[in-house]
């Protein structure tokens, strides 16, 4: 009996797990450069994001950085967002929209559907209300791409 419990928790686990955010329009030929610093380049791609299980059905952007060098790098930067043409955050001293991140010589790392705290997926609007703020601006701003020596 235990075992068949157990055996029913990890199902649901499973299925859950696979049922979470799905993602859409993930071809890599979405990907549209942003801006090259130091041999990284950063990328970004509009996707569609769907949480069937809490209703949660959104638009996000999201940022790819790709290290085309060897060499080792600190990247920092703060991501200034307009929603229906107000900054919301211009003159902000908050860390809320800064971020720091160590990309390895070859190395990328993208943004998701799911995590945020990476500053690499700004919320763009949600798909199923047509009455909320819409992301109509984004700039990456104090952009620093720092080689870090081994």
């Not at 790819?64 to 919301?88: G, H, L, P, Q, R």
């Not at 690499?120 to 952009?143: E, G, M, P």
Request: charged share 25%; glycine share 4%.
């Amino acid at each position: 009996m235990k075992t068949r419990i157990i055996l029913l928790v990890l199902i649901n686990l499973i299925f859950f797990a696979s049922v979470g955010f799905s993602q859409t329009n993930q071809n890599n030929s979405d990907w549209k450069l942003y801006i090259e610093r130091n041999g990284v380049q950063f990328y970004t791609k509009t996707v569609k994001c769907h949480d069937e299980v809490n209703g949660i059905h959104k638009e996000v952007v999201l940022i790819k950085a790709t290290n085309t060098t060897s060499y080792k790098f600190e990247i920092k930067w703060k991501n200034e967002i307009w929603y229906d043409n107000n900054c919301v955050n211009c003159n902000s001293k908050s860390k809320e929209y800064q971020f720091s991140m160590i990309l390895e010589g070859d190395q990328s790392k993208e943004g998701d559907c799911i995590n945020k705290e990476q500053g690499l997926n700004i919320f763009s609007k949600f798909l199923n209300y047509s009455d909320k703020s819409v992301l109509t601006k984004f700039n990456l701003i104090d952009l620093e791409v720092n080689p870090l020596l081994n």
